[in-house]
């Protein structure tokens, strides 16, 4: 291989992209080394199991690649504003929306959220940390090493262009050749790992390790949701995993899975994916559901309503996540009596997902309804989400889907519940617990802005695309000519584009505003919370979490105990040594031995593939000969740590 | 308050100027066919069901946001109002009879879209093969012996069944004015009816991606008189030019191509629906 062919050569945008990388890399060294923050670096994050830290990295990285993915939106609507565009060439647009896709969904939403699971679940179930935290990190850096083998492709070899559903036989070798589709196989088979590990993390967390009295039915929500989530990741991930090794064998090994030579059959690896594709989207859902249930409940000063009917609505929708994928591919002639059984499952999903919506809406009756900005991305989630829940059940119509399928109908469906769903809870959460990450609140005056920004320009953006689709405008056309008609609409819809993309850059600014402007904490309460995770003294929780773990009386256990005035400070007699575990880089390097891994088989240099797999099989070694039990917190140190004087 | 409420003022000013804007404009919304009629039918119906519930939703959003929001002389402040049996049986019964009332006529309309269109039973369908190669279109008249490239012309108030396979990527054959679409798939055989009312041409399209090409993969659907179509058939049988093999197996290799038109067929050669990889062999040797 030349090296003109292992770098993406010939697009000034890319020579851009080079540069900019260079630039940061650089900037990132520099700034370590002058402020000597290389031992901060790794002692602090690089070998941590503190999920509250795991959970802030998680969340840093998905904000990174919500800007890589959204650059790669706004190139698209650039590219489609106005008829017979020439700003991207197919390839190139091809490339983007695959890429597109793939970071949004699994290196943007899901990172997103179990950030934000990360962070807050172990301290709503009064817990000091996961019940693995080692494997927390393995998790993590898996994620983030796939994500960047990932998204190296840009640069290095060329981006896959397949889509991010990569039905074969076009992802074969034959119709996408070069290591572009490699790339996409094993950057999400690697952090597809860590997503599985989560997965179980989280599950065995949420049942062994509740504070006393916090039975199944006193947990909140969004623990409940987190819990059905990893139910969900256990039983849904090792399909998309079994089926990327087949694909991957197909590419690299000559095997015939799902070839169009030696009887593959292609419509096999449609199944797997949306056996696999379909849960996904209800793991990038759920959560959501959570943290609105959260927040509506906190700033409606109530209890929820009907909090039975909620955790049994998700459990449900669990459950049926897995019995509706055929509605992916209604028009893949599967017979009236398949299609009529996926259309009626599909519909059904929407009575569970019905009762949740009215259920946050009573949830606000008889409530103290307060504006701040979690709130806001809360009502506008119920306002928005409704309009793709009903034009979803539109698309499970099968007899009408064949005329929706593959339009711009079903992409302004499914962002208006990715958006106004998964995006928005992921805002709405970021700016409700950011003061427990990082002891001080968003700016709400600039949070609002974002928020008003954010919404309206997501409406003038995806709004019009259901008349796109209505009018026969395929989704993943490059281009369209002048006599289609589309041009005003989808002129609008990128007007909304750009206006999400500004809303993106105040949140950020925000960031950085809050940083140097924003008063800090004083208590752990910032927004007369209740649940456990508010109950801490201080703003930020110390590492072990809580100094005493609480006994749970009921559902919003802290708020009943602010009402009858029941906490007391803590003294000398209710402390006692807490254990903790070690950090540990071998996590970190594990993963970067799956990084070499993965680049060599991207490039089929199988050389540097076995390298990187002894390295990660040594270092399962080494794990599994490390004695290393952990550690005692003092008495003395946590007297300390909590001021506690008496 | 104005603030409050602009996202639904805008939305709604969206939406009128959305709808008033002439729904009848838009393709799918303006059928040619009877197969395409019934899935407006379908559409319509179930439109006016989502308009019903998005009208609950945001009248009993507006109300009890606004009802309850922190104010002064705020009324009716319950924190413990933990549930209401009857509220929550209302919510889910409600659902329920929306997903049967629904359903019916979905299932109804799919069961009747696998058959020739109503009306039409007793006229003898006509067999199109319809066949994708990337990024092209050919198409099969094996009864009148006819094949031509990213074009068809068809009878009109005729059945016509669309025998779909691929030589390669998996495609969908589309043509909304007529009706939805279905998968063309190498080593296999789809089937799908459509019909035209009345004379016209309509763009037909593959509409699921496949690479480079997949944008312009598109050809035309000329709907006849059955007086001019037989004209059409007796005359390209008489004229155009017989396939040969060897330029059938140049349409094999990726790329666009102009409008064909010729007096034999490639069925003597190769079934696609039977040989899912006679394309990729072909251009192995080709490129020797």
């Not at chain 1, 309503?305 to 996540?321: D, N, P, R, T």
Request: proline fraction near 4%.
């Amino acid at each position: 291989m030349k090296w003109d062919e292992f770098f993406v050569t010939g697009d000034p945008l890319i020579y851009g992209a080079d540069v900019s990388i260079a630039i940061t890399m650089l900037g990132i060294v520099f700034f370590l080394t002058y402020f000597k923050k290389w031992k901060w670096l790794w002692t602090e994050w690089l070998t941590t199991v503190d999920h509250k830290k795991i959970g802030i990295m998680y969340i840093i990285s998905a904000i990174l690649m919500l800007f890589r993915g959204g650059v790669d939106a706004l190139l698209m609507r650039t590219q489609l504003a106005v008829p017979e565009m020439e700003f991207l060439d197919s390839q190139k647009y091809n490339e983007i929306f695959t890429t597109h896709g793939t970071i949004m969904i699994i290196f943007m939403a899901m990172p997103f959220l179990i950030g934000l699971i990360n962070v807050v679940v172990p301290l709503q179930i009064g817990a000091r940390d996961v019940a693995y935290p080692y494997l927390n990190a393995v998790s993590f850096w898996t994620f983030f090493i796939g994500a960047m083998l990932f998204n190296i492709s840009f640069v290095i070899g060329g981006s896959p262009s397949a889509g991010w559903t990569s039905y074969m036989p076009l992802a074969s070798n034959e119709l996408s050749p070069g290591p572009g589709q490699n790339y996409y196989l094993l950057g999400l088979q690697i952090s597809g790992i860590g997503t599985l590990l989560t997965g179980i993390n989280f599950m065995v967390t949420i049942f062994k390790m509740r504070a006393p009295g916090m039975t199944l039915f006193r947990m909140p929500m969004f623990t409940w949701s987190a819990l059905v989530t990893m139910a969900i990741i256990i039983f849904a991930f090792p399909i998309l995993t079994v089926a990327l090794a087949l694909m991957t064998f197909d590419r690299l090994f000559g095997s015939h899975f799902f070839t169009l030579q030696g009887e593959g059959m292609d419509m096999l690896w449609a199944n797997l994916f949306w056996l696999w594709g379909h849960p996904e989207v209800y793991i990038v859902i759920l959560p959501a559901f959570g943290i609105f249930s959260e927040i509506i409940a906190t700033f409606s000063k109530k209890t929820l309503f009907g909090y039975k009917a909620m955790v049994w609505s998700m459990v449900l929708i669990a459950a049926y996540s897995f019995l509706v994928w055929v509605h992916h591919f209604f028009t893949m002639g599967s017979g009236a009596l398949v299609n009529s059984f996926f259309s009626v499952t599909t519909m059904l999903i929407g009575v569970p997902t019905g009762v949740k919506i009215f259920n946050w809406l009573f949830t606000m009756r008889k409530g103290q309804i307060e504006f701040s900005t979690p709130m806001l991305w809360s009502l506008g989630f119920i306002v928005n989400f409704v309009i793709g829940g009903v034009t979803g059940v539109m698309l499970a119509m099968a007899a009408a889907n064949y005329q929706y399928h593959n339009t711009y109908f079903l992409v302004a469906h499914f962002h208006y519940v990715l958006i106004a769903g998964t995006v928005f809870a992921c805002f709405a959460g970021l700016v409700y617990w950011y003061p427990k990450m990082f002891g001080h609140k968003l700016n709400e005056r600039i949070g609002k802005w974002v928020f008003w920004l954010f919404t309206i320009g997501f409406n003038i953006c995806f709004f019009p695309q259901y008349f796109l689709g209505l009018d026969g405008m395929p989704r993943r056309i490059y281009t369209y000519s002048e006599e289609s008609g589309w041009g005003p609409l989808n002129m609008i819809s990128t007007v909304g584009g750009f206006m999400m993309g500004i809303a993106f850059l105040v949140l950020v600014y925000n960031i950085y505003y809050s940083f140097r402007y924003e008063p800090r904490e004083k208590t752990g309460d910032a927004w007369n919370g209740r649940t456990l995770e508010w109950s801490t003294p201080s703003a930020m929780p110390p590492f072990y979490n809580f100094a005493k773990i609480p006994v749970v009386k009921g559902l919003d256990h802290f708020w009943n105990e602010k009402q009858n005035k029941e906490i007391k400070p803590l003294t000398t007699q209710d402390l006692q040594k807490i254990h903790m575990p070690n950090n540990s880089g071998v996590p970190f390097v594990m993963a970067s031995f799956f990084f070499v891994s993965g680049f060599g088989l991207v490039f089929e240099w199988y050389w540097m593939a076995i390298i990187g797999l002894i390295g990660v099989l040594a270092t399962l070694v080494i794990r599994s000969f490390d004695y290393n039990n952990g550690y005692y917190v003092s008495v003395e140190e946590i007297k300390e740590t909590e001021n506690i004087t008496k | 308050m104005y603030k409050r409420y602009k996202p639904f003022v805008f939305l709604g000013m969206l939406l009128t100027v959305f709808l008033l804007s002439g729904c009848s404009d838009l393709l799918v919304l303006d059928p040619k066919g009877p197969v395409a009629q019934q899935q407006k039918d379908l559409i319509m119906y179930s439109i006016i069901f989502m308009i019903g519930i998005i009208m609950v939703v945001y009248v009993l959003f507006g109300f009890i946001v606004y009802k309850y929001r922190d104010h002064k002389g705020h009324k009716g402040y319950d924190p413990e109002n933990k549930g209401s049996h009857l509220i929550e049986a209302i919510c889910l019964i409600i659902p329920l009879i929306i997903v049967v009332a629904l359903s019916i006529p979905t299932v109804k309309t799919i069961y009747s879209l696998e058959e020739a269109p109503k009306g039409s039973e007793n006229k003898k369908p006509l067999v199109i093969q319809a066949t994708s190669v990337d990024w092209k279109w050919i198409f099969t008249y094996p009864e009148q012996n006819i094949e031509t490239v990213n074009y068809i012309n068809i009878p009109e108030d005729r059945p016509i069944l669309f025998k779909l396979t691929s030589a390669d990527s998996m495609n969908s054959f589309w043509v909304p004015s007529l009706g939805g679409q279905k998968y063309a798939m190498a080593g296999m055989q789809t089937e799908l009816y459509l019909q035209a009312d009345d004379p016209g041409v309509f763009d037909g399209r593959n509409s699921n991606f496949n690479g480079e090409g997949f944008t312009d993969q598109t050809f035309k659907v000329a709907a006849l008189t059955s007086e001019s179509f037989d004209k059409w058939a007796k005359e390209t049988q008489q004229e155009a030019p017989k396939l040969t093999k060897k330029q059938y197996d140049q349409l094999m290799l990726q790329g666009h191509t102009k409008e064909m038109t010729f007096s034999s067929t490639h069925l003597k050669w190769v079934k696609h629906e039977n040989d899912a990889d006679y394309a990729i062999k072909v251009r192995e040797r080709l490129s020797k």
